[in-house]
């Protein structure tokens, strides 16, 4: 009896495989994560109802992740200013 898989079922295999494997490395390298304080983005103005609510989340998760999380408030444009400065972060994580 001949066991035959499917191409899907290979390429699936293979995916997990290389997955795995690429990820074995990287644990002794690992560094506690964030580093830096974390910034939340609010494209509106301060005093707006989205800030309040961007407060008690940056609170929450102040008690989640334990670091120290800054609501900056990046209002204009109907949110176009904050979305572009979010766009234009440096991609650090």
Do not use: H, K
């Not at 800030?51 to 102040?62: E, P, Q, T, Y």
């Not at 989640?64 to 900056?72: A, D, N």
């Amino acid at each position: 009896m001949t066991l035959r898989l499917s191409g899907f079922a290979v390429r699936a295999g293979c995916a997990i495989s290389m997955c795995i494997g690429a990820s074995t490395g990287f644990g002794a390298e690992s560094q506690p994560y964030p580093r830096r304080p974390v910034s939340l983005v609010v494209p509106f103005p301060p005093g707006a109802a989205t800030d309040a609510f961007a407060r008690v989340i940056a609170r929450r998760m102040v008690d989640t992740l334990g670091q120290q999380i800054v609501v900056v408030n990046r209002d204009g444009a109907a949110g176009v200013i904050g979305t572009d400065a979010v766009a234009r972060a440096a991609p650090d994580g």
